[in-house]
């Protein structure tokens, strides 16, 4: 009796639950279905009717297409999945409340509802529920599957043949710089995204700013009568020196930190870049063009053997492998040398410590060169750029195209990056200053903040912010001068560019790098404490890595490399 | 007797379910659903397990793959390292933690004051209702080489290291700091069975001479016995399942090869890789042997004390 009772609950529970899902599954596949067909047939709708206009007025479209405000005489809404910016997210709820928005909002008449509930798992989810708003701004190509798969499942939609009609201020930055539209796009041309850039709008150049590279008390050398460091050799010269003297005056000599080291490949990468390697696939610097694993090559055995020389010898924190960042040591001015990024929030800690201590001096290191005369560039500004790109589930295709065009035509640069003229920023003398107004608050923000109501030159929107932008912010430091030579000094790069593998390529490659790095990372720190021994067990290490099949997950990337190469 | 007997059980559920109708509304009905919705209706999302699931499509539309990920996970190098790890990070866990609570309760049932009983619940109880990052962030700066346990360690003669880096340190770490945000909480549990000791019992041995100790082991701990079987079998039943949250806030490259258990090589390839139909086969895997060792543990001591889940 009890045991048919429980057999009977089981299956009715089964069935209910079975039945729940089932119906449920298939009203939202046929409401899911529907939209996309309607999109599809909006899009093909879209662009036959326009391919007949585009082969009369191709020159046309090619250099203007110009939009008409506001792009529609209905107020349209649109929604927007974007990541708020730490330092906006600090003073307001979404980015509705930048005075540049609400300047687009009048002259294009489309409201935008701002989601800015973005990390991994919210993306997932999103993608996972079919239910995507308009434009998404996102790491598409860290997406399962990767770009190609979020075509292909029409998540977002291929926008090679609608972006030169709707959005032709971006297709024509893309047409003057060949370079970084062949980085944007994939491999057979599919344009998808619209990405961030720092723009010369007078000369339509893409500039770059290197904001990561090595960094070194500058006082502590004058203190000790020493030249900046060159080579790594030199460098391992000036953290003994470091080490052995009572540099910050406590009176105690062995609080110090030569080198300070947090967790990651940041700080690591760098110090390989000297020995011509990195933690990663990269291109081989003695043959350009063939694709390398970092880890088992003969100069990381080297980069390894210099990491290990300096644990050894505490020039580096002992806790290196388990300390969250290196910043901890940095702001208690305990650091003779790192490498970090120069964020505004890295910035405003040296200036706390600067009000301490009047002495105190952090500055840029070029890129050091290595035993071998490597000195690569690992610094990897442009790999993976974040991009808005269309999803099919929007409605207004062209008024998305040309809402998001806005932001890289001149005027839209100019004004995406400084604000209202008048109110946040003015000509003086042909040139657009920020005002100090805006820069100082009374509510305790910082600069970054302050100005953050009005502009969005600080942010990773993708618009073509202008590059003055940075030649009058204090909070931007390391983007002027002396900063940006000593870190544009990298001989090589050996960085991957941004390549776009195939649907299969990419789960094959995730799945064999997933089991792959993980060995390999316990096994470099394994290294560099000491634990495995560089002279026995290398080879040893090198095999496994082998035997765990790298040379396929090389293979995926040169193959992904050779396409980037013929785009 | 004979005519209640003959009530088949649907006429005694129905007259049940009329006598009690709102007991069952507001109290069965709610919870049935909530197990059917948040426990039932997930499971149909387990087929993944044998599917090449991408998240782009629907369950149904994924392409069948058999055992395929099963297998990969069995020849994965990281099978025998993680179920090694998980075994045995359960079994201390299992020997040193699961004894703690009941020795607790125990020591404290024998406290006569009750103010000073009442304080040392409270303060026993307190580190389970601080979070697990918390915890994790003391441990950490705790284990650092400047750090108190450091401190003790050198006080007594040793020498200091970074103790998370160490593989020899790491699971007694993470053992003992399960035990001290646990074992006033798991006591509870216990106080209550102790309570409901019949007290004659304790005066009967009091006349025939048996000492405080002797008590304790031959009236308390038989009271409390068929409690802790149960709980001894729940936990064995959860064998297989380390938590994730706690290992992967302490491990790092260098503790991996004693700390990586299956449940964070789960959080890894799905929430860190994305490979979702893997991750779910493995936690499926670990699932069936939580089951196996449930039921094995449940017919055993069926067997041997008469205590049982069902």
Not at chain 1, 337 to 353: E, K, P, Y
Request: proline share 4%; charged share 20%.
């Amino acid at each position: 009796m009890k045991k048919r009772l429980i057999a009977l609950l089981m299956c009715a529970l089964m069935l209910i639950g079975s039945m729940a899902c089932s119906s449920g599954e298939t009203s939202q596949n046929d409401s899911s279905a529907a939209e996309t067909s309607q999109a599809q047939e909006q899009s093909t709708a879209d662009s036959a009717g326009d391919t007949s206009q585009a082969e009369d007025s191709q020159a046309e479209a090619e250099v203007g297409g110009e939009a008409t405000y506001p792009l529609s005489d209905e107020p349209v809404q649109l929604s927007y999945y974007i990541r708020i910016n730490g330092a906006m997210s600090a003073t307001m709820e979404t980015y509705a409340d930048v005075e540049f928005f609400k300047y687009l909002e009048e002259l294009t008449n489309v409201q935008i509802q701002w989601d800015h509930n973005t990390s991994d798992e919210t993306f997932s989810m999103m993608i996972a529920s079919g239910e995507y708003p308009d434009m998404i701004n996102w790491n598409l190509g860290n997406a399962a599957g990767g770009v190609p798969a979020l075509l292909e499942d029409e998540v977002i939609l291929d926008l090679t043949e609608l972006m030169p009609q709707y959005a032709p201020a971006y297709y024509e930055w893309m047409q003057a710089n060949p370079e970084e539209n062949r980085a944007f796009m994939l491999d057979d041309g599919t344009l998808y995204q619209f990405v961030n850039f720092n723009a010369n709008v007078e000369t339509k150049d893409i500039v770059y700013f290197k904001i990561k590279g090595p960094q070194i008390r500058q006082d502590w050398l004058d203190q000790l009568g020493l030249k900046m460091p060159t080579t790594t050799d030199e460098l391992y010269d000036v953290l003994v020196a470091f080490r052995d003297n009572d540099m910050n005056g406590n009176g105690d000599t062995t609080d110090e930190i030569p080198f300070a080291i947090g967790k990651g490949t940041t700080q690591l990468g760098v110090i390989a870049g000297s020995f011509g390697t990195r933690i990663d696939m990269h291109n081989d610097p003695e043959n350009p063009g063939t694709i390398v694993y970092g880890p088992i090559t003969d100069n990381f055995r080297k980069f390894l053997e210099y990491m290990n020389k300096l644990y050894t010898e505490g020039l580096i924190n002992s806790d290196f492998a388990v300390q969250d960042s290196s910043l901890s040591f940095i702001t208690q001015g305990l650091a003779g040398f790192t490498v970090d990024s120069m964020g505004s929030g890295l910035i405003a800690n040296h200036d706390n410590l600067k009000l301490e201590n009047e002495k105190y001096n952090y500055v840029s290191v070029p890129w050091l060169i290595g035993p071998d005369g490597y000195q690569c560039n690992v610094d990897d500004n442009n790999a993976n750029p974040r991009g808005t790109a269309v999803t099919t589930a929007c409605e207004n295709v062209e008024i998305a195209l040309r809402w998001l065009d806005y932001a890289y035509t001149d005027e839209g640069s100019l004004l995406s990056t400084f604000g209202i003229e008048g109110e946040s920023f003015e000509w003086v003398d042909g040139y657009p200053t920020i005002m100090d107004e805006v820069k100082t608050n009374d509510s305790g923000w910082s600069e970054e903040q302050s100005i953050s109501r009005w502009m969005l030159g600080s942010i990773n929107y993708p618009n073509a912010r202008d590059y003055r932008f940075y030649e009058q912010m204090n909070l931007n430091e390391p983007y002027k001068g002396e900063i940006q030579d000593n870190w544009n000094l990298a001989t090589e790069d050996i960085t991957m560019p941004p390549v776009v593998m195939t649907t299969e390529e990419n789960s094959t490659y995730s799945n064999l790098m997933a089991d792959i790095s993980t060995y390999v990372e316990a096994a470099y720190n394994e290294f560099i404490i000491g634990e495995r021994s560089l002279e026995t067990d290398w080879d040893a290490y090198v095999q496994s890595v082998i035997d765990m099949g790298i040379e396929e997950a090389i293979a995926c990337k040169q193959a992904a490399y050779d396409r980037y190469q013929q785009r | 007797m004979a005519q209640v007997a003959k009530k088949t059980f649907w006429q005694r559920l129905k007259l049940d379910l009329y006598r009690y109708r709102y007991l069952y509304l507001f109290f069965a009905l709610p919870l049935l659903l909530y197990y059917i919705v948040f426990k039932y209706v997930p499971l149909y999302g387990l087929q993944i397990a044998f599917k090449d699931y991408r998240i782009t499509r629907t369950i149904w539309e994924c392409p069948w793959v058999g055992f395929e990920h099963f297998q990969d996970f069995f020849s994965s190098i990281y099978f025998f390292r993680t179920l090694k790890n998980t075994l045995i990070i359960s079994c201390l866990n299992l020997v040193f933690g699961f004894p703690a609570p009941i020795i607790f309760a125990l020591l404290l049932n024998e406290v006569q004051n009750s103010k000073f009983k009442k304080i040392v619940q409270t303060v026993t109880y307190l580190p389970h209702f601080v979070s697990t990052v918390v915890i994790c962030g003391l441990i950490v700066s705790f284990s650092a080489k400047d750090g108190l346990f450091n401190d003790i360690i050198e006080l007594f003669g040793g020498t200091r290291s970074d103790l998370l880096m160490s593989k020899e340190a790491f699971r007694p770490i993470y053992i003992a700091s399960g035990i001290w945000s646990g074992f006033g909480w798991g006591s509870i549990i216990y106080l209550s069975a102790l309570s409901s000791v019949d007290q004659e019992q304790y005066e009967a041995a009091y006349i025939d001479g048996a000492k405080r100790f002797q008590r304790m082991i031959y009236i308390t701990l038989p009271g409390i016995l068929p409690t802790i079987v149960i709980k001894l079998i729940m936990e064995v039943g959860s064998l297989m399942s380390v938590g994730h949250e706690k290992i992967l806030l302490l491990y790092s490259p260098l503790t991996y090869e004693v700390a990586d258990v299956i449940s964070t090589y789960v959080y890894r390839k799905g929430l860190v890789d994305n490979d979702y139909s893997y991750s779910t086969a493995v936690g499926l895997f670990n699932s069936v042997i939580n089951i196996i060792l449930l039921v094995f543990t449940n017919t055993v001591s069926r067997r041997l004390t008469d205590t049982s889940l069902w």
